[in-house]
């Protein structure tokens, strides 16, 4: 079976008037099915960049990228459109939700955009069962609003899902949430994991990082290190601990 | 996309600037409202000139003494009597495109009934006068050919001056006098209306021209004639046979301009309408112009929608919308913006023609195909002026929607 990611010597290059600047210069990477892999590094490295591209919101300057077996590195911009549709999956750090446009709807967004398009009743069903695969059931008549930062990034991962993408790509996607949330939305990502869903984030929190198995630190538009990881964190575990030192600050010891 | 969905997105979208919404469906209101009512205006004034015309019968012909072209009467002696009674034998036989003539002779004379009188116009004119005309009697009979050999003092009533005589009462066979002359009132005629020059044609008497000639004005020539052609194809040969027939018989040389006049019906129904259409054009131009502001206020509108709404943009594009999916979305937008305002504006223009009509007494005529054009006007300035608010939404780059605040 092919990786779901194959980068092989991946360039991109910016030019900003005369000056070029290179962002990525030479990156080889696979990502096989079921990995869960976080993409580190300061800004500056490349990583964005690096993301863009395996998201196919951007195209590398050089080299070859095959996702899912298909080379994407010389697609048109309807071509990525359509391949972001159906492999991808997208989680953001603000979340990305239509205001003023319910939970479900917000869900069906991608189905809208599907070809051939699904029938009404199909979207409402595939929305509630993405929804309920998240643990948001009854929320789904909620506007973003009047959810909170955990549940909104819920719905965004509902949404990334929806289509069954090969890769679900998550950037920041715990940037904007406390740490008790964040260590929630990594166990929801931990447990999709689990069920076979291959996951790349990017991150600059070593901690994030660590509930991934593999991390790629990137520097200067390289790929500095690439291994698993070690003394990998279990969200699980993790929530328990949180409690617990709650429970300590908040009783008196005596 | 599915177009429903996109419809209903486009609605919740206007929706949630309503007021900023009807602002800017306001210019294409009035632009559209504008377009309905000065049409339906224009079309009533044409309809009224239509039926004025029409009153003067079907394919009809003028000739009248004197050449209006070269200065109006005067020129000449005799121009004012150039129409004999040798003319009138001749258009009847002579003329092979001529149906019927009847000649005119008009006078004004007091007329009494009892106690009651009054001063009206009278026709003399031949048996196929009111036929020429298509004027329908509404009671008693027209008058004959030998009234007309006679001389009689017959006489058709025109519907205002039997009122003015007689009131309720039926006016056929009574005595009138004219000019103390008495005169038995064969026939009501039906109501004719208000003629182009603004005259009321039913404030008449119709007498046989004998009998005006001899006992009323006195006169041996006609005013004109009425003449009717075989058919509406025929009425410039009609025309030409009249002119070459009458020429002969005033012994006309060549270089003479003619001293009498033919006009066809639809010559006179030019000069009338052309007036109201320039009028038309005119008025059609400014509801165009503002049609024109009421688009650009659209454009505006679209491309402020587009700013604030960059991010959901960027937000569709990630998850797989197409530029073409993003110039739907915002072209349904502009469409259904401008759509719902030529609706309307229709609404508007409709009821504003009403008013009109209805305050000043002119006549409106709504046409059905005008509320399309304006509608479907109203799309294309949808279109038009949204088309490149949504082209530049949909060349958005992905990534840069998605980091806009």
Known sequence: MPPIIQLEKIHKTYRNGDMAVHAVRGVDLQIEKGEFVAVMGASGSGKSTLMNILGCLDQPSEGRYLLDGIDVSRLGRDELAEIRNRKLGFVFQGFNLLSRTTAIENIELPMFYSRPPLRGRERRERANKALQLVGLGPRGDHHPNQLSGGQQQRVAIARALVMQPALLLADEPTGNLDSRTSIEIMGAFQELNEQGITIAMVTHELDVAHYARRTVIMRDGLILTDKPVESRLDAKVELKRLEATHTQTLTPSG | ?????????????????????????????????????????????????????????????????????????????????????????????????????????????????????????????????????????????????????????????????????????????????????????????????ISMMGSDQDDVLIIPYTSAMRRLAGVTSFRSFTIQARGPQTMAAAQEQIRDLLRQKHRLPPARDDDFTVRTQQEISDTATSTSNVMKWLLLSVACVSLLVGGIGVMNIMLVSVTERTREIGIRMAVGAKGRDVLVQFLIESIVLSLIGGLLGIILGVVSSKVVSGLMNWPTLISPEWIFIAFGVSALVGIGFGYYPAHKAAQLDPIESLRYE
């Open chain 2, 1 to 193: 996309m599915i177009f429903f969905v996109t419809l209903r997105i486009a609605l919740r979208a206007l929706k949630r600037n309503l007021l900023r919404t009807l602002l800017t469906m306001l210019g294409i209101i009035i632009g559209v409202a504008a377009v309905i009512a000065m049409v339906s205006i224009g079309n009533g004034a044409k309809a009224m000139v239509e039926a004025q015309i029409a009153s003067l019968g079907q394919n009809v012909i003028m000739v009248f003494s004197g050449n209006f072209s070269r200065g109006g009467v005067g020129m000449g002696f005799g121009s004012m009597s150039s129409l004999t009674a040798d003319d009138y034998a001749g258009l009847q036989k002579e003329v092979p495109e001529v149906s019927a003539v009847s000649p005119e002779v008009r006078t004004g004379a007091q007329v009494t009934f009892g106690n009651q009188n009054l001063s009206t116009s009278i026709l003399g004119v031949s048996v196929d006068y009111i036929e020429i005309r298509s004027w329908p009697l509404a009671g008693g009979a027209n008058f004959t050919d030998q009234d007309v050999r006679n001389a009689n003092k017959v006489a058709l009533i025109g519907s205002t001056t039997a009122k003015t005589l007689f009131g309720d009462g039926d006016p056929v066979g009574q005595i009138i006098r004219i000019k103390n002359v008495p005169f038995a009132v064969v026939g009501l005629l039906g109501t004719k209306g």
